[in-house]
T-cell receptor, first 115, second 112 residues
Framework: GAGVSQTPSNKVTEKGKYVELRCDPI?????LYWYRQSLGQGPEFLIY????????DSGLPNDRFFAVRPEGSVSTLKIQRTERGDSAVYLC?????????????FGPGTRLTVL | SQKIEQNSEALNIQEGKTATLTCNYT??????LQWYRQDPGRGPVFLLL?????KEKRKERLKVTFDTTLKQSLFHITASQPADSATYLC???????????FGKGNQVVVIP
């Protein structure tokens, strides 16, 4: 079956621009996570959705970052007024349920470069 | 604040030998710990999960131990193969909602 997909795979933008990154989770997975990974680092948690609602958004670095999951499936991570420091790989993961212990399935990531 | 430490130096190992990686953590008492594999340009792939009341877990050529007193997990790849070359990440669930905190990862290079 299909895994987690993310689009675009690469995004190059200029400082100050707005970007949207999309995540299609595995069908039937109710929990969805966004992480950010900088070069040489492990993934860093950003936000977690259980269904349509953001159950934990404490990892979002500031109010320029926002994510939605309006129908409990596809999610979009939105970054306003991008800065060079936002350059990283943005990873999405999904799991069957956020409660209990569940394996997370990661997508390939979107590499964001802010010039 | 909590910290998860993995050796930053790459581990170069001869094919057929056992690779051993270490994950140390501080200021936290996780109920379980996970190990992931990450290849260049790809997302992490789940390998193994070990709970706090389990001393050891195995899956094929992989073995994980978990010492909650030492706050340490060891990850072993036995009879290593070149295809095992990748970065291995340990991860802790911070708040019981699968919000994972990852170490930096440890690269393994298996030399044929």
């Amino acid at each position: 079956g299909a895994g987690v997909s993310q689009t675009p795979s690469n995004k190059v933008t200029e400082k100050g621009k707005y970007v949207e990154l999309r995540c299609d989770p595995i069908s039937g997975h109710t929990a969805l996570y966004w992480y950010r990974q900088s070069l040489g680092q492990g993934p860093e948690f950003l936000i977690y959705f259980q269904g349509t609602g953001a159950a934990d958004d404490s990892g979002l670095p500031n109010d320029r970052f926002f994510a939605v999951r309006p129908e409990g499936s596809v999610s979009t991570l939105k970054i306003q007024r991008t800065e060079r420091g936002d350059s990283a790989v943005y990873l999405c993961a999904s799991s069957f349920s956020g409660g209990g212990i569940n394996e997370q399935f990661f997508g390939p990531g979107t590499r964001l470069t802010v010039l | 604040s909590q910290k998860i430490e993995q050796n930053s130096e790459a581990l170069n190992i001869q094919e057929g030998k056992t690779a051993t990686l270490t994950c140390n953590y501080t200021n936290y008492s996780p109920a379980y710990l996970q190990w992931y594999r990450q290849d260049p340009g790809r997302g992490p792939v789940f390998l193994l999960l070990i709970r706090e009341n389990e001393k050891e877990k195995r899956k094929e050529r992989l073995k994980v131990t978990f010492d909650t007193t030492l706050k340490q997990s060891l990850f072993h790849i036995t009879a290593s193969q070149p295809a095992d070359s990748a970065t291995y990440l340990c991860a802790l669930d911070l708040y019981g909602n699968n919000r994972l905190a990852f170490g930096k990862g440890n690269q393994v290079v298996v030399i044929p």
